[in-house]
């Protein structure tokens, strides 16, 4: 994970220099709705390129047959010759990938003392998002909220025993959020589960479970007391109904957003501005994230002959 987080830390910053290049992802919805594929290709410049696409599928009604909502592969391509160098199971990179980018906005955006966690819903993203979160603040105490409660004592189980801190299963979202200064909401709520009303000054929010226009996990309240920023404008304009929808209202313009993470990062904007400030992050998820992460994987699977060589027929 630590690894991971100053990955990502560098691909957004690369973005953010003109260094990258980062199409709007291309979503296939079938009719039924019961899920979507999408292909998001990328390419980042750096001392150690990286080229790829990662095709990954989403069907909610995974849950119920036990297995992950999020399936698909990370194609790492080599930048000098378009060759195809690797295949990587897409949900483990995105698993990590995406709690690292939130531990990224995490670092740059909330109060560096930061130590009461809220998690909200407790699946794949939140085991990952608990790891981040440790990795980045003095977290201390997390309150954890599911609609199931099982997987949510998992959870709270796993906070004990792996990073030593106070974990507690509440029964409402809003008891998860009372007091919290560090807020990440990744569920698959079409609704909202996080109310403006319940903010404190000084917390930051990582909303991470929404990706569609027509869903989202925060109320606009929320949107209107924070200070937005997002891992791409184009998506959040396309994808984000945490911004739409609010948009939509009437409550908030597309000025709403004070800045892409990796302009924060590279120091093009302050970030957070006052110990008061609410800070909320909408990530997405960028193609960029995907292939740095397979481009490392990669290299160290070379390094310790992890992996199995395959040859592909000609």
């Known amino acids: 994970m630590r690894i991971c987080i100053d990955l990502m830390a560098d691909a957004l ?13 291309t979503p296939v919805r079938l ?4 899920g979507l594929m999408v292909t998001m290709p990328a390419w980042v410049g750096s001392s150690s390129p990286a080229l790829g696409v990662k095709v990954i599928s989403v069907f909610p009604g995974n ?14 391509v080599d930048p000098d010759t378009g060759a195809l160098l690797a295949l990587l199971e897409a949900g483990a990179v995105t698993a990590v990938r995406t709690a690292a980018v939130s531990a990224v906005a995490t670092r740059a955006l909330s109060l560096a003392g930061a130590m009461d966690l809220a998690m909200l819903g407790a699946g794949v993203q939140a085991v990952t998002h608990l790891e981040a979160m440790c990795a980045v603040r003095p977290i201390r105490r997390v309150r954890i909220w599911n609609r199931t409660p099982a997987p949510a004592a998992s959870l709270a189980q796993m906070a004990r025993e792996k990073f030593g801190i106070v974990a507690e299963v509440v029964n409402s979202p809003r008891e998860a959020v009372r007091g919290s200064t560090i807020i990440c909401t990744v569920t ?6 996080l109310k403006g009303d319940w903010l404190g000054p000084g917390s930051h929010i990582n909303a991470v479970g929404s990706s569609l226009a027509s869903t989202r996990e925060l109320d606009s309240d929320a949107v209107v ?4 920023f997002v891992d791409s404008q184009e998506s959040a304009l396309n994808e984000a109904g945490d911004l739409l929808i609010p948009i939509q209202e009437g409550r908030v313009t597309q000025a709403h957003i004070k800045a892409e993470l990796g302009d924060v990062l590279i120091g093009r904007h302050p970030g957070r501005t006052s110990p008061a400030e609410i800070t909320l992050f909408k990530s997405l998820g960028l193609g960029i994230e995907d292939v740095a992460a397979a481009r490392y994987v990669v290299e160290e699977a070379k390094r310790t002959g992890a992996g199995t060589e395959v040859p592909l027929l000609t």
């Open 31 to 34: 009719p039924d709705g019961s």
């Open 13 to 25: 910053a690369a973005r953010a220099r003109g260094e990258a290049i980062q199409p709007l992802r």
């Open 225 to 228: 007391k924070a200070s937005l």
């Open 63 to 76: 849950r119920e047959r036990g297995e992950d909502s999020h399936q698909g592969a990370v194609l790492a």
């Open 188 to 193: 698959g709520a079409a609704e909202p589960i």
